[in-house]
């Protein structure tokens, strides 16, 4: 059975470009919860997917938006990426009520130089 | 303003001997809280959780303990092995107003000694 996958695993972009991150949820999961870890950091909530929408949204600017596809996967995108977006950026799936644990990815580490 | 707090940034414990993670919130509507562990270059691997219905939750070596009227949770590690070395977060949610968003801790970084 597998977990939450993500690619890639590791990505460098300079300031100004744009990034698409992937990842698939652990199977008989329906909901893609998307964090953002800084160095030193715990995970700050960026936004979560259910049935294709944003669900909740954290305090990100729009310049980050995803989207869920019908097999559950999702893609996280960053926009005009500024070098505090580098940070390691985690995905972690879940069934869909409220308390149902999250189970997270290994993670994509962006620098952005 | 850190809803979620731990603020021991490390500990070190003998092999065998108990460690003890802390973690206090400030926010009196979360009603469910998890610990995770996260090795380097991985995410972090769920441990365990207790809801606010509770106040101790015990799998294995690992004991949650929640004590709501000081806005207090610690995490029990009981023996500790080298293998438990890791950072360990602390998280929070309010399930029951429909909020989905995990707020995490800072983390505590753990090392046990052989």
């Known amino acids: 059975d597998a977990g939450v996958t993500q690619s890639p695993t590791h990505l460098i972009k300079t300031r100004g470009q744009q990034v698409t991150l992937r990842c698939s949820p652990k199977s008989g999961h329906d909901t893609v919860s998307w964090y953002q870890q800084a160095l030193g950091q715990g995970p700050q909530f960026i936004f979560q997917?259910?049935?294709?929408?944003?669900?909740q949204r954290g305090n990100f600017p729009d310049r980050f938006s995803g989207h869920q596809f019908p097999n559950y996967s999702s893609e996280l995108n960053v926009n005009a990426l500024l070098l505090g977006d580098s940070a390691l950026y985690l995905c972690a799936s879940s069934l869909a009520s409220p308390q149902e644990t999250q189970y997270f990815g290994p993670g994509t580490r962006l620098l952005v130089l | 303003d850190q809803q979620v707090k731990q603020n021991s940034p490390s500990l070190s414990v003998q092999e065998g001997r108990i460690s003890i993670l802390n973690c206090d919130y400030t926010n009196s509507m979360f009603d469910y809280f998890l610990w995770y562990k996260k090795y380097p270059a991985e995410g972090p691997t769920f441990l365990i959780s207790i809801s606010s219905i509770k106040d101790k939750n015990e799998d294995g070596r690992f004991t949650v303990f929640l004590n709501k009227s000081a806005k207090h949770l610690s995490l029990h590690i009981v023996p500790s092995q080298p293998g438990d070395s890791a950072v360990y977060f602390c998280a929070a949610s309010e399930g029951t107003s429909g909020t989905y968003k995990y707020i995490f801790g800072t983390g505590t970084r753990l090392k046990v000694l052989a």
């Open positions: 997917y259910y049935e294709e929408e944003e669900r």
